[in-house]
């Protein structure tokens, strides 16, 4: 069994080999057959929808903001992942022997999950200092470090697992298979020592998330509080800044909260479709599970229809999240969303000029620009700085936080 097969078939069997063992049918195998169709197009179909995403970044206009950065390198971790996820169900689906390959294959997926899950860090931590540090942003947030922290985004969980799976690996398989070009099962990934181990590289990151997003939100509401007030007050200017000034940067507060709001979308998406395998995962294993040795057996021989039809539910909410994330960006990135839209006009003008024309006089674009301008999307969000009558400083004024 590999890698992959023990994260969504816990027991460190197949589905086929377990029902046979316990007396089933080829009703089972059938089923197999029936649904590996199904999981291999919804794969393929995430992985178009994130492609998209990713090319629609082409035909962007505004300038590249990191929170723009780290979400473009979110949905090719997402690509990537639907393309491992595919491969993974296709061999091992099929039984085919590809030795090393399929090992590989499945190291990279294993990696797949913690690369979603620290991009998603990432971004919290980006707003969070957008939000603040507003006056110290630009210096700390450079263009540079943003390219920099994206290749870590990668690297780094890859070699994390392999670390980890070197560590746990006291036999030595995990290296072996990979200079004998086998796929032997790694009997130390049916340990609930490494299990929990991996499962900690998703669920501490979404602690620490779910800290940052509840400071920022508190803070949020505060400033929010704080404008309301002086709307209320109905003060005309405020240090020398007329009130038409004064309400687009209410705007662009509008739009950070905005673009906070859509990475907890994705959170939520990326919670629902992981731990649900990786609480199986995590309580039934052969060595030192809640669920473990003859008591898995019997348990998946007494509920193995049961067992099937969670794994199954598994796989789809996995697919599902992989396919959620790039509607959230179309839908709440107006950006990604006007980029998209170009896209598709490029494209088809290529078949149908006429057509393209037609469709640029419906005036979207105009549209979208403009929402941008005023600080309708995630472009450019400007903390502002105000006193109120007894001298306290509300916010200030002069810098602009690009998140």
Same mark, same amino acid.
């Given at each position: 069994?590999?890698?992959?097969?023990?994260?969504?078939?816990?027991?460190?069997?197949?589905?086929?080999?377990?029902?046979?063992?316990?007396?089933?049918?080829?009703?089972?195998?059938?089923?197999?057959?029936?649904?590996?169709?199904?999981?291999?197009?919804?794969?393929?179909?995430?992985?178009?929808?994130?492609?998209?995403?990713?090319?629609?970044?082409?035909?962007? !206009?505004?300038? %590249?903001?990191?929170?723009?950065?780290?979400?473009?390198?979110? &949905?090719?971790?997402?690509?990537?992942?639907?393309?491992?996820?595919?491969?993974?169900?296709?061999?091992?689906?099929?039984?085919?022997?590809?030795?090393?390959?399929?090992?590989?294959?499945?190291?990279? =997926?294993?990696?797949? +999950?913690?690369?979603?899950?620290?991009?998603?860090?990432?971004?919290?931590?980006?707003?969070?200092?957008?939000?603040?540090? *507003?006056?110290?942003?630009?210096?700390?947030?450079?263009?540079?470090?943003?390219?920099?922290?994206?290749?870590?985004?990668?690297?780094? *969980?890859?070699?994390?697992?392999?670390?980890?799976?070197?560590?746990?690996?006291?036999?030595?398989?995990?290296?072996?298979?990979? =200079?004998?070009?086998?796929?032997?099962?790694?009997?130390?990934?049916?340990?609930?020592?490494? !299990?929990?181990?991996?499962?900690?590289?998703?669920?501490?990151?979404?602690?620490?998330?779910?800290?940052?997003?509840?400071? +920022?939100?508190?803070?949020?509401?505060?400033?929010?509080?704080?404008?309301?007030?002086?709307?209320?007050?109905?003060?005309?200017?405020?240090?020398?800044? *007329?009130?038409?000034?004064?309400?687009?940067?209410?705007?662009?507060?509008?739009?950070?909260?905005?673009?906070?709001?859509?990475?907890?979308?994705?959170?939520?998406? @990326?919670?629902?479709?992981?731990?649900?395998?990786?609480?199986?995962?995590? %309580?039934? @294993?052969?060595?030192?599970?809640?669920?473990?040795? &003859?008591?898995?057996?019997?348990?998946?021989? =007494?509920?193995?229809?049961?067992?099937?039809?969670?794994?199954?539910?598994?796989?789809?909410?996995?697919?599902?999240?992989?396919?959620?994330?790039?509607?959230?960006?179309?839908?709440?990135?107006?950006?990604?969303?006007?980029?998209?839209?170009?896209?598709?006009?490029?494209?088809?003008?290529?078949?149908?000029?006429?057509?393209?024309? &037609?469709?640029?006089?419906?005036?979207?674009?105009?549209?979208? =620009?403009?929402?941008?301008?005023?600080?309708?999307?995630?472009?450019?969000?400007?903390?502002?700085?105000?006193?109120?009558?007894?001298?306290?400083?509300?916010?200030?004024?002069?810098?602009?936080?690009?998140?």
């Amino acid at each position: 069994m590999s890698a992959e097969d023990q994260l969504l078939d816990p027991e460190n069997n197949t589905n086929n080999t377990q029902m046979e063992n316990c007396g089933g049918d080829s009703t089972t195998t059938e089923q197999s057959y029936i649904f590996l169709p199904i999981l291999l197009g919804s794969c393929l179909i995430a992985m178009i929808v994130n492609v998209i995403v990713i090319a629609s970044a082409r035909w962007i !206009r505004c300038s %590249m903001t990191p929170n723009l950065k780290i979400s473009l390198s979110l &949905a090719a971790a997402d690509a990537t992942s639907s393309t491992m996820y595919g491969l993974i169900v296709l061999i091992s689906g099929y039984g085919y022997n590809l030795g090393v390959f399929l090992y590989i294959v499945e190291l990279l =997926r294993l990696s797949g +999950i913690v690369v979603t899950v620290v991009h998603l860090l990432a971004l919290s931590l980006n707003h969070y200092i957008g939000i603040l540090k *507003p006056l110290h942003y630009n210096s700390i947030v450079t263009s540079k470090k943003v390219s920099t922290v994206i290749w870590m985004l990668w690297l780094v *969980p890859f070699f994390t697992v392999v670390g980890i799976c070197t560590a746990f690996d006291v036999e030595g398989t995990f290296w072996n298979n990979l =200079r004998r070009n086998t796929n032997e099962d790694a009997e130390f990934m049916s340990t609930f020592s490494f !299990r929990i181990t991996y499962s900690s590289l998703f669920f501490i990151p979404i602690l620490i998330m779910v800290v940052c997003y509840t400071h +920022i939100l508190i803070v949020v509401k505060k400033q929010q509080i704080r404008w309301n007030n002086l709307s209320r007050v109905g003060s005309t200017r405020v240090q020398g800044k *007329p009130n038409q000034k004064m309400s687009r940067e209410h705007k662009q507060l509008e739009g950070n909260v905005r673009a906070i709001y859509t990475t907890l979308l994705i959170l939520g998406s @990326c919670f629902i479709g992981w731990a649900p395998a990786l609480l199986s995962y995590t %309580m039934m @294993c052969m060595t030192g599970c809640y669920i473990s040795g &003859a008591d898995l057996d019997d348990f998946n021989c =007494r509920h193995a229809y049961l067992i099937m039809g969670l794994r199954m539910t598994d796989n789809i909410l996995i697919i599902l999240k992989m396919l959620a994330n790039p509607i959230i960006y179309s839908i709440r990135m107006r950006e990604i969303k006007d980029g998209t839209y170009r896209m598709l006009l490029a494209i088809i003008g290529l078949f149908s000029k006429s057509r393209r024309e &037609a469709m640029e006089s419906s005036g979207f674009y105009y549209r979208s =620009r403009l929402q941008n301008s005023i600080g309708g999307g995630t472009i450019q969000v400007r903390v502002i700085s105000m006193k109120n009558g007894n001298g306290n400083q509300l916010m200030s004024a002069e810098e602009n936080t690009l998140l």
